[in-house]
Structures are given as structure tokens and as C-alpha cells.
């Protein structure tokens, strides 16, 4: 009871555990392309495997009682990440921000304490990893060449550099759940493990946590439309370059990724398995249903 929040909290700060989430935002936003990548990508998920393998899995009884408070802040930290995000006016703010909202999903499922919640929020890492990795290459390319990340100064993308706007838009529906993307398949499996329980307040979490959903469509649509379609803002963008072959192929394996999970999730699934079941066979004795 004294030591699993300060492992929880101490690997949760990684995973953007709120409300000690607030080194996110700047610090993906300050490091380069590549940095920003990785950390998103890689590193953060560090912070969800260390809540679930060392302080989930060592500590099953404190996990349990424990177990509504993780849930809390994790509603907390995706309603007010999606709705912090909204406010952003600067891309790589934007998908800093909505990391935040989407990591919050995978301690909410950790926090569940049942084998469909936290085999999706397994996924959840994998997926989130791969699309938010994705995410900030494009951010990156359409930096480089643009000079500028602000959204009011872009526009009309799609006719100068339509790969880089392809890949931008992808990342962007994968992020907001839509069907046979990864993200999807990862969110719903949260989500019916959530609904296992019967607890008002674990289903009133649950639900809240889905309502986020229509606001992460909201700003991830709205960012698209303003700086990949539309009329051209700056006549100097009519003689960019689009992407160059070893950019292609960088962001076509992280695509590649994403629709796989997204269209044949069972093969990771069938991966991730064994390790949950590992872990509920040491904390399924805590619980109560």
C-alpha cells in the first residue's frame, strides 16, 4: 500500500499520468523530429509497461484498492487531453497534447484489472506508438519545408506534397479510432473490458472516457482540413518538394503497422496473451468479481 503509488506514480509521470503530465507538451514540441519520434513512440511506453509489469504485477493488492483512483485520473487525463488539445493552434502541440489523452487510455485499462482491458491497453501502446511516431515524421516533413507548424499558416498541402499529406491525414483518423486502423481495434478492446464491470462508477469512466472520442474527431479533422485541404495559404508553398524516397519508406512501415493491427489485430492478440495472463494469474485473486 505505500510503495505501489510511488512506483505507479513514479513510471506513470513517463506515461503521462495526470496531473504530472504537464513535460509533454513542451517536451515533444521543443525536440526535433526524430527525438519527438522516439520519445512518443518508444519511450513514454516505458511509463505504461512499468504501471503494469512492475508495480501492477509485484503489488496485485494495492493495485486493487488502488484501482478507482488510476481510473480516475486516467478519465481525467483523456477528457482533458482531447479537450486541451482542441485549444492548439500548433501541430506538434496538437499531437503532444492528444498523446497525453490517448496514454490516459492505457493506464485506464491497466487500472480495469481484468485480461480484455489490459490486453487493449497492450495494444493501445503498439498502436499509439506507431501512430503517433507517424504523426510527428509528417509534422516534421511538412516543417522542414514549410518553416512554420502553426495551422492558420498552412493550407492547401495536399496539391504541393500529396504523400506527406496522405500520410498526415491517415495518422490522424488512426488517432481519432476510425475502424480498420489500429487505433480502433485497441480503444474498443479498453473499452469492452471496461464495460465488464458492473460498478456505476467504473462504467460511468468508461463512458466518459468513449464521449472523447467525438472531440478527438472534432480537433484531428479540424487541424486536416485547415492545413491539408482547402486554397493554398502561401504562394512560396507552390514549389515545395513532396517526400523523398527513404522518408517514403520510414513512413510507409509505420503505416504498414497500423492497418495491419487495424484489419488482423488476433496475431498481436495472440502475442500479448501469454504475458496478460501471466499477470492476471498473480492479481486475479484480488478481485472481487
Same mark, same amino acid.
Not at 487531453?81 to 485506464?108: E, P
Not at 495494444?123 to 504523426?135: D, K
Given at each position: *500500500? ?20 504537464? /513535460? ?5 514540441? %521543443? ?20 504501471? &503494469? ?16 483512483? +488510476? ?7 483523456? +477528457? !482533458? ?5 482542441? *485549444?492548439?493552434?500548433?501541430?506538434? !502541440? ?15 485499462? #491497466? ?13 493501445? @501502446?503498439? %498502436?499509439? $506508438? &506507431? ?18 507548424? @502553426? ?9 504541393? @506534397? ?10 490522424? =483518423? ?8 489500429? $487505433? ?10 471496461? /464495460?465488464?464491470?458492473?460498478? =456505476? /462508477? ?10 472523447? +472520442? ?5 480537433? #484531428? ?18 514549389? &515545395? ?45 484480488? &478481485?472481487?468479481?
Amino acid at each position: *500500500m505505500i510503495f505501489f503509488p510511488l512506483a505507479f506514480v513514479g513510471f506513470g509521470i513517463f506515461g503521462a499520468l495526470f496531473p504530472f503530465h504537464t /513535460w509533454v507538451p513542451d517536451g515533444h514540441s %521543443s525536440a526535433p523530429t526524430a527525438a519527438s519520434m522516439f520519445l512518443a513512440g518508444i519511450s513514454m511506453k516505458l511509463g505504461g509497461y512499468g504501471c &503494469l509489469r512492475v508495480a501492477t504485477y509485484l503489488m496485485p493488492e494495492a493495485a486493487h484498492e488502488y484501482a478507482p483512483l +488510476i481510473i480516475l485520473l486516467s478519465a481525467i487525463a483523456i +477528457i !482533458y487531453g482531447a479537450f486541451a488539445t482542441m *485549444m492548439q493552434t500548433d501541430l506538434k !502541440y496538437i499531437n503532444a497534447y492528444s498523446s497525453v489523452s490517448h496514454c490516459g487510455f492505457v493506464l485506464l485499462g #491497466i487500472g480495469m484489472l481484468n485480461e480484455t482491458a489490459i490486453t487493449g491497453a497492450v495494444m493501445q @501502446m503498439v %498502436s499509439h $506508438g &506507431l501512430m503517433t511516431a507517424l504523426f510527428f515524421a509528417a509534422i516534421g516533413m511538412i516543417y522542414e519545408r514549410t518553416h512554420t507548424r @502553426m495551422v492558420a499558416q498552412l493550407g492547401g498541402l495536399l496539391k504541393v @506534397m500529396p504523400f506527406i499529406s496522405s500520410i498526415f491525414v491517415i495518422a490522424g =483518423l488512426c488517432s481519432l479510432g476510425l475502424p480498420g486502423f489500429s $487505433g480502433f481495434v485497441s480503444e474498443m478492446t479498453i473499452f469492452m473490458g471496461a /464495460w465488464q464491470h458492473a460498478d =456505476l /462508477w467504473y462504467r460511468a469512466a468508461t463512458i466518459a472516457s468513449c464521449a472523447s +472520442i467525438v472531440v478527438t474527431a472534432v480537433y #484531428i479533422l479540424r487541424a486536416a482540413g485547415k492545413a491539408i485541404m482547402g486554397p493554398i495559404a502561401d504562394e512560396h508553398h507552390l514549389h &515545395l518538394g513532396d517526400a523523398a524516397w527513404n522518408e517514403k519508406l520510414a513512413a510507409v512501415l509505420l503505416l504498414s503497422g497500423i492497418v495491419v493491427i487495424g484489419i488482423a489485430p488476433f496475431w498481436l492478440t495472440q502475442l500479448i496473451t501469454p504475458g496478460v495472463n501471466g499477470i492476471m494469474a498473480n492479481i486475479g485473486r484480488t &478481485l472481487s468479481f
